[in-house]
């Protein structure tokens, strides 16, 4: 049986979902965004449960230089507690530069005011978007599906 990934990029407020097609093609989902930690957890199980995901794609923030920074611990705590509840394997995978990838990607049009960049922020898609980078990132160093 082929692995079922969920990319996952974590945020303290919003964490960006992706998954992977059978052709190895990965998307974004909608980001788990509600207010409460706990609210997104459960966001995150319906997801594992909904697309049967065996293995979680998790960004880590390693620096340019390939270092560890400041998130890194907070990070660890995540993928400790995704474990603790979820008992599925996770790969951490370099996320430098995979925000501004995402941006490059494209998504809704530039914000025109600082609401509509509020707005856009809250909704979670940049992060969403930038969970499928990392998650097609780790795909391809798989030699699974094509690159984007």
Known sequence: ????????????????????????????????????????????????????????ILGYPLSVEGERTKRCDEVDAF?????????????????ALSSQAADELGGPRKPRSAQERRDQARSGERD???AAVLLQDFLNSRGIGTSL
């Open 79 to 95: 993928a400790a507690e995704l474990t603790r509840r979820f008992g599925l394997p996770i790969e951490l995978v370099d996320e």
């Open 1 to 56: 049986m082929s692995s079922v990934y969920l990319g996952i990029d974590y945020g303290a407020k919003r964490v960006g979902l992706s998954h992977a097609d059978s052709l190895g093609f990965a998307f974004p989902l909608p980001a788990a965004v509600a207010p409460e930690a706990e609210e997104r957890f459960a966001q995150i199980g319906r997801e594992i449960a909904r697309l049967r995901a065996t293995q979680l």
């Open 128 to 130: 969403s978007r930038a």
